[in-house]
């Protein structure tokens, strides 16, 4: 069972890396292969892998068979019917929700049902509840996200969701509005049931969800209260984060395992104890049992809570096994339990694995009943926990520097005391809070309030081990070879005492941290033009130095292009310091996520051609300053100095141009100039301007890229940042055919991802364009220019 288990989940894994599916046909083979897998012991274990494959590959082909949005139907107003499907979460300008469809329009013909999208309401005054069944006119894409090495696959979460498109709500506008009478607009959305009873569970979750937040108004704990009462942790501020991913306490606020099984734990012993006080009670069914059938009722009635969340329903599942084995009365052995626990998961949800909070249960449990399965004998309860953590910081850091190329390095002490007073503490007064909060305003107040009380001294002492400065080691993404080392050094480094050698075991981490990923050459630099959307974001490397230009835009105080791409990016490469952050201009799609790199990454100099209030001392980015790195030029063509009198008044044509040059090639970044400042370049820098390749000034719009402009440069290669389906029409068609009439090869980061170069001394690369070099079988297909 243990073997085969691992067997079945290493064929479903299997599947998660193609980019294209097989044919549905393969899935007939499931069945028999099932049957052989249990009665052909010889070759088991490969029958359980091609079952897992072929699984997995049936529930991805159910899945997507679910329809989805047709290209053709893209950014047109629909008139789309269903049901909230989820607890909304509200932002500062919009709420967001699921919404499952039964019926879409276009005018009057009746399209194909996409299934579950994802709305966006902004600005919205109504009240949205879920269960509820409305009428909107929406704007719908297929499902789309940055592409970036090292960042979040937004379009595999979407798909894990069940989600086939997102959107938002369009509230219609009229002539008579436009003329200023707003009582006769058609709102574009209608309410046409009101279903209290549609989804019971997550329409009581949305209640006790806004009782918490009446309760707890503005404490500074509220979005742990909440995140441990109903699961929900939209409220989480970017330095509350911080802290938890300093610490390596995130799991803390997350209702998955370590919670619903103390829960569970407890509740077993309490009624084991309750119930053996009766000799009638016992007699009639032993204590056990009914211990592990309340255990089950409790961890079950915690999961609801949640909304039987995904973390929340694998976690009811071992659970459940655990408590099945007690009522059959089965001495089943510990890494027996996590196998079948393993496999029921699968089972019931193969795309699991996608999610890195999978492979962090499984693999933190597997660890410690590894390292432990000899030592629960010891008398020392304090001893032992404090063994579990650094049993488990030391055995999960191959997993957590491939997931998140970080690990905290007091997360052994910071564990070691917050999760007992959480778990005996804080944990039991929310429940309570949240469970009597319905019926008794004052009791659920009451508990509630204490419940936020508790979380002071541990935040006050996670807060300190946060800002330590070795709180948290963060390197690149270590190379695959250096982990499988890894994964057998710390195995061999937790075996019990009296295995000789076990210090090999360290010997054998080190790879993964020492061996460092390739990087550019002296003369040569690697430039990557980053997918941040409707924005604008480029790194150049060097042997020994790096360059941010501009970071991308800031959609809301819970996300920016910043910390969700750029610091990323940085990570995934090793980047620890960045020597030069330069700010083009003040546009917001271009500076929206400096603070988090200037907060996340040791950054020595800000460059900016404009004052700004979130880099103060930041130096002036103007002619003629230029340089040297490592054997490659860089030169500031523009704008001229302010003291100059030259500099036009308007912010894009302020905008820093750099131009970065080898023996081999040269790239120039140009920002948001528009054509006046072409002109100036033109006058006064044309014999600097010729690049092979071009990021397209003002992100190909009508303002910019002049054709004098356009042939004076005469790139190899122009490459357009924007946004997927961006609301500005951009590239606009006039500017790609100048382009296109000088020969450029275009490619566009909404379609390409992240796009990279290699420029050596002999010349530049091909580019490597990251949404085909990570294609999976869940992205949208793509058409380059």
């Not at 441990?228 to 984060?241: C, K, P």
């Not at 008044?649 to 054509?675: F, M």
């Not at 100036?680 to 719009?701: K, M, T």
């Not at 009508?702 to 357009?720: D, G, R």
Request: with cysteine.
């Amino acid at each position: 069972m243990r073997s085969g288990s691992l067997a079945f989940l290493a064929g479903i894994f299997a599947l998660q890396q193609f980019a294209e599916l097989p044919d549905w046909g393969w899935c007939a083979l499931l069945i028999p292969l099932s049957v052989l897998a249990w009665s052909w012991p010889a070759v088991r274990m490969p029958l359980w892998f091609t079952c897992g494959f072929f699984w997995a590959l049936l529930r991805a082909q159910l899945l997507l068979a679910q329809g989805g949005l047709a290209p053709e139907y893209e950014g047109v107003d629909l008139i789309a019917e269903g049901t909230i499907a989820s607890l909304p979460s509200q932002s500062e300008h919009d709420v967001r929700f699921l919404f499952d469809v039964d019926s879409l329009r276009l005018n009057d013909n009746v399209l194909p049902i996409p299934g579950r999208v994802r709305l966006s309401w902004r600005n919205s005054s109504a009240e949205v509840r879920v269960g509820d069944r409305w009428r909107f006119t929406v704007r719908l894409k297929r499902p789309s996200g940055y592409m970036n090495p090292g960042g979040f696959d937004y379009e595999g979460w979407l798909y894990q969701q069940g989600v086939r498109a997102t959107g938002y709500v369009r509230v219609a506008r009229t002539n008579a509005e436009a003329d200023g009478d707003e009582s006769a607009a058609s709102p574009g959305y209608e309410l046409l049931e009101s279903a209290p009873f549609a989804r019971p569970l997550d329409r009581w979750r949305q209640g006790l969800s806004e009782k918490i937040s009446q309760t707890l108004f503005e404490q500074p704990h509220q979005a742990i209260i909440a995140a441990l009462a109903i699961g929900v942790t939209q409220d989480f501020s970017e330095a509350q984060w911080d802290v938890l991913n300093r610490t390596g306490t995130t799991h803390m606020i997350s209702i998955s395992g370590l919670h619903i099984g103390f829960i569970a734990g407890v509740m077993f012993f309490l009624t084991r104890r309750v119930w053996a006080w009766s000799s009638q009670a016992a007699l009639w069914w032993p204590a056990p049992k009914a211990a592990a059938v309340v255990a089950l009722l409790a961890a079950a009635v915690y999961a609801a809570l949640a909304g039987f969340s995904v973390p929340t329903q694998r976690s009811l599942v071992m659970v459940g096994v655990v408590m099945a084995a007690i009522i059959a009365q089965r001495r089943i052995p510990a890494s027996r339990v996590l196998a079948l626990s393993l496999l029921a998961v699968l089972l019931l949800d193969p795309l699991a694995v996608l999610q890195a909070g999978f492979w962090l249960s499984f693999g933190a449990v597997g660890v410690i009943l590894f390292a432990m399965h000899a030592r629960w004998g010891e008398p020392n309860w304090w001893w032992k926990w404090g063994r579990v953590q650094w049993v488990v910081a030391i055995g999960m850091l191959p997993l957590m520097l491939v997931l998140f190329q970080r690990t905290s390095m007091v997360a052994p002490l910071t564990n070691l005391v917050a999760v007992p007073w959480f778990n005996s503490v804080t944990v039991p007064l929310t429940l309570a809070g949240a469970l009597t909060l319905p019926v008794s305003q004052s009791a659920g107040e009451f508990f509630l309030d204490w419940a936020q009380l508790s979380v002071v001294p541990v935040w006050w002492f996670l807060e300190l081990a946060a800002d330590t400065p070795w709180a948290q080691w963060t390197q690149h993404v270590p190379q695959t070879w250096t982990v499988m080392v890894g994964c057998i050094g710390t195995l061999w480094l937790l075996l019990p005492r009296g295995v000789p050698a076990r210090w090999l075991g360290a010997v054998a981490l080190a790879p993964m941290i020492l061996v460092s990923p390739p990087a550019p050459q002296p003369g040569e630099f690697w430039f990557t033009l980053l997918d941040v959307g409707q924005g604008l974001s480029a790194v150049v490397r060097t042997a020994n130095h790096v360059l941010v230009y501009d970071t991308g835009p800031k959609f809301s105080e819970h996300f920016n292009t910043g910390e969700a791409v750029v610091v990323p990016y940085l990570r995934y490469l090793g980047v620890r310091d960045v020597d030069i952050l330069m700010l083009s201009h003040s546009d917001s799609d271009h500076i929206g996520g400096a603070r988090s790199v200037l907060r996340q990454t040791k950054v020595a100099e800000v460059a900016s051609s404009v004052p700004l209030e979130l880099a103060p001392g930041a130096t002036a980015c103007s002619t003629p300053r230029a340089w040297q790195w490592d054997g490659v030029d860089f030169t500031v063509l523009y704008p001229p100095p302010v003291e100059s009198g030259l500099r036009r008044k308007k912010d894009n044509d302020v905008s820093c141009v750099l131009r970065v040059s080898n023996a081999g090639g040269s790239v120039l970044l140009p920002g948001d100039i528009e054509i006046p400042s072409e002109k100036f370049l033109l006058a006064n820098a044309a014999a600097q301007l010729r690049a092979d390749i071009l990021v397209v000034p003002h992100h190909g719009s009508m303002t910019s890229s002049s054709a004098e402009f356009v042939n004076s440069i005469a790139p190899h290669y122009a490459l357009f940042p924007v946004g997927y389906r961006n609301r500005f029409g951009f590239p606009k068609a006039k500017v790609v055919q100048r382009y296109r009439d000088v020969d450029a090869r275009m490619l566009d980061s909404a379609n390409a991802g992240a796009i990279s170069f290699q420029i050596g001394v002999d010349g530049v690369s091909a580019p490597v364009l990251f949404r085909t070099a990570a294609r999976r079988y869940w992205h949208i297909a793509t058409v380059q220019r």
